[in-house]
């Protein structure tokens, strides 16, 4: 009788767990992309993943057509709504998108000027503009001094912060990199963008946020040579410093994705795998893996223990999966 009454106490407590376990996995389950592109822009803003524009196409294959100029956002807490369009613009790629105060902000960027079947017309675009998702009304901000590419942004403390990047200047033109970080500090009236000295000329590069710390991750020189390293700028002192670089195969260095969850930098380079940045700073660890590798890609913290890796390209092809990484060290410090 005992032994019958212990067997139905567990059965039942079974039972109980089953429900919790498959909501838990479900909320797991986020659907792919719309459309298969890569080199776009991405953020999260309250409980909704976005992406801006993109390129849809084979890779060095340009054309208005190929370039998207599409928001869209994932609900976060309720994925199983899928994407949804809720505005476009330019068609760009080669931005930035990042989210602070309740708002979206894209950033620069590069579009094709030539259409399908014509020769390659690739110029950089100056152009800034502010998103309120609520009223879904774009704003135009202030211009970068000047037009840029093939960087990255985030935002530190209250201040957006650009690094890197080149300035495209059409077809048969030689392009201008770029040897300046540039700031907009939110909380100045007007709003102006304030150049700082950066200490290396990449492109293809990707950073993150932590305080008021920015993580410069990886990229592409002059000489067109990938590089691992990383550098890191404080914003209140203006001072550079190098941190470890990535490890792994040097493609590593080329656009890989990179974003902070619990105050710690994740990057997810052309290996396939997950590496967060140790506590000390003084090297990467290993945390997850892929199912498909890929660059030119975004990773977005889907929540305090979830990080979601979001379209991208491989040899093959453009990637529309999205792969949901949970590493165990993603619990708040």
Same mark, same amino acid.
């Given at each position: 009788?005992?032994?019958?009454?212990?067997?139905?106490?567990?059965?039942?407590?079974?039972?109980?767990?089953?429900?919790?376990?498959?909501?838990?996995?479900?909320?797991?389950?986020?659907?792919?992309?719309?459309?298969?592109?890569?080199?776009?822009?991405?953020?999260?803003?309250?409980?909704?993943?976005?992406?801006?524009?993109?390129?849809?196409?084979?890779?060095?294959?340009?054309?208005?057509?190929?370039?998207?100029?599409?928001?869209?956002?994932?609900?976060?807490?309720?994925?199983?709504?899928?994407?949804?369009?809720?505005?476009?613009?330019?068609?760009?790629?080669?931005?930035?998108?990042?989210?602070?105060?309740?708002?979206?902000?894209?950033?620069?960027?590069?579009?094709?000027?030539?259409?399908?079947?014509?020769?390659?017309?690739?110029?950089?675009?100056?152009?800034?503009?502010?998103?309120?998702?609520?009223?879904?009304?774009?704003?135009?901000?202030?211009?970068?001094?000047?037009?840029?590419?093939?960087?990255?942004?985030?935002?530190?403390?209250?201040?957006?912060?650009?690094?890197?990047?080149?300035?495209?200047?059409?077809?048969?033109?030689?392009?201008?990199?770029?040897?300046?970080?540039?700031?907009?500090?939110?909380?100045?009236?007007?709003?102006?963008?304030?150049?700082?000295?950066?200490?290396?000329?990449?492109?293809?590069?990707?950073?993150?946020?932590?305080?008021?710390?920015?993580?410069?991750?990886?990229?592409?020189?002059?000489?067109?040579?990938? !590089? =691992?390293?990383?550098?890191?700028? #404080? /914003?209140? +002192?203006?001072?550079? *410093?190098?941190?470890?670089?990535?490890?792994? &195969?040097?493609?590593?260095?080329?656009?890989?994705?990179?974003?902070?969850?619990?105050?710690?930098?994740?990057?997810?380079?052309?290996?396939?795998?997950?590496?967060?940045?140790? !506590? =000390?700073?003084?090297?990467?660890? #290993? /945390?997850? +893996?892929?199912?498909? *590798?890929?660059?030119?890609?975004?990773?977005? &913290?889907?929540?305090?223990?979830?990080?979601?890796?979001?379209?991208?390209?491989?040899?093959?092809?453009?990637?529309?999966?999205?792969?949901?990484?949970?590493?165990?060290?993603?619990?708040?410090?």
């Amino acid at each position: 009788m005992k032994a019958r009454y212990i067997r139905l106490l567990a059965a039942l407590a079974i039972a109980c767990l089953l429900p919790a376990i498959g909501a838990s996995q479900e909320a797991k389950s986020y659907p792919p992309l719309p459309e298969a592109f890569s080199s776009f822009g991405a953020a999260v803003c309250d409980g909704y993943a976005y992406t801006y524009g993109g390129h849809l196409d084979k890779t060095h294959h340009y054309a208005t057509e190929t370039t998207s100029g599409k928001l869209r956002r994932l609900s976060l807490t309720e994925p199983a709504k899928g994407w949804e369009d809720i505005s476009s613009g330019p068609n760009l790629q080669g931005l930035a998108l990042v989210a602070q105060g309740g708002k979206l902000y894209r950033l620069g960027g590069m579009r094709p000027r030539n259409m399908e079947g014509e020769k390659a017309d690739n110029v950089s675009v100056a152009a800034c503009a502010r998103f309120d998702p609520k009223t879904k009304i774009w704003e135009a901000l202030p211009s970068f001094p000047e037009p840029r590419s093939s960087f990255d942004a985030a935002v530190a403390g209250n201040t957006i912060v650009v690094v890197g990047g080149w300035k495209m200047n059409g077809r048969d033109s030689k392009s201008d990199w770029c040897e300046t970080a540039l700031l907009l500090d939110l909380d100045k009236s007007p709003l102006k963008w304030e150049a700082v000295t950066q200490p290396f000329k990449r492109r293809a590069l990707n950073i993150t946020a932590v305080g008021s710390k920015v993580y410069v991750v990886c990229g592409m020189n002059e000489e067109n040579e990938i !590089e =691992k390293a990383v550098d890191i700028f #404080e /914003v209140k +002192s203006r001072a550079w *410093s190098e941190g470890p670089p990535v490890p792994g &195969p040097m493609l590593n260095g080329f656009a890989p994705a990179v974003c902070t969850c619990n105050n710690r930098v994740y990057v997810s380079p052309a290996d396939g795998k997950i590496y967060r940045l140790t !506590e =000390k700073q003084d090297g990467w660890e #290993e /945390v997850g +893996s892929l199912k498909v *590798s890929r660059y030119v890609h975004r990773i977005v &913290p889907a929540s305090e223990n979830l990080l979601l890796v979001l379209g991208g390209a491989s040899k093959a092809s453009n990637i529309a999966l999205t792969e949901v990484i949970e590493p165990a060290c993603c619990a708040p410090n």
